[in-house]
């Protein structure tokens, strides 16, 4: 199936967790072979191995994909059309931290990961939208806000 120029995404990232976050879970999947080893030393290897793979591909589904096409923003299981999106801004760290805790917007939609500090505020534009903004991590602030702003104008031209 092929998929046609304005389908293809303009920006797409995956929110996979840091490498410290990644050492954790490998430690935390091979402790339940530590628990095995009364029992077998091959029964706790087969367990802490399966355990660890078990682990790394569940944090690998967890972790939410940020997408921008002509016709929509996905960041995890929420989604919207660009039509609808206002101004996007890439805050500095400082201000994103803010974002997420005493600025925190109640009504506001967040996609956020404490392993990516740096974050996208999208305004939402839609009368009918209760939402201000979205909130979304980001490893590449700066290319996700110019990829909204591109599907936005791209858009509002049609």
């Known amino acids: 199936m092929s998929s046609s120029?304005?389908?293809?995404?303009?920006?797409?990232?995956?929110?996979?967790?840091?490498?410290?976050?990644?050492?954790?879970?490998?430690?935390?999947?091979?402790?339940?072979?530590?628990?095995?080893?009364?029992?077998?030393?091959?029964?706790?290897?087969?367990?802490?191995?399966?355990?660890?793979?078990?682990?790394?591909?569940?944090?690998?589904?967890?972790?939410?994909?940020?997408?921008?096409?002509?016709?929509?923003?996905?960041?995890?299981?929420?989604?919207i059309d660009p039509a609808l999106l206002g101004e996007a801004d890439a805050p500095t760290r400082e201000e994103s931290a803010s974002l997420m805790s005493t600025g925190y917007a109640p009504l506001a939609y967040h996609c956020t990961r404490a392993w990516v500090p740096d974050t996208v505020r999208v305004q939402v534009s839609d009368p009918e939208d209760p939402t201000p903004y979205w909130l979304v991590s980001s490893r590449h602030p700066q290319e996700l806000a110019a990829a909204l702003r591109e599907a936005t104008l791209g858009s509002q031209a049609e």
Request: with cysteine.
């Open 5 to 79: 120029p304005s389908s293809a995404p303009l920006f797409r990232e995956r929110l996979t967790p840091s490498p410290a976050v990644w050492f954790l879970t490998v430690l935390f999947g091979g402790s339940f072979g530590i628990i095995m080893i009364p029992l077998s030393l091959r029964l706790a290897a087969f367990v802490a191995v399966g355990a660890c793979v078990g682990m790394c591909v569940w944090m690998w589904t967890l972790s939410p994909v940020v997408e921008v096409t002509a016709q929509r923003f996905r960041a995890g299981r929420a989604s």
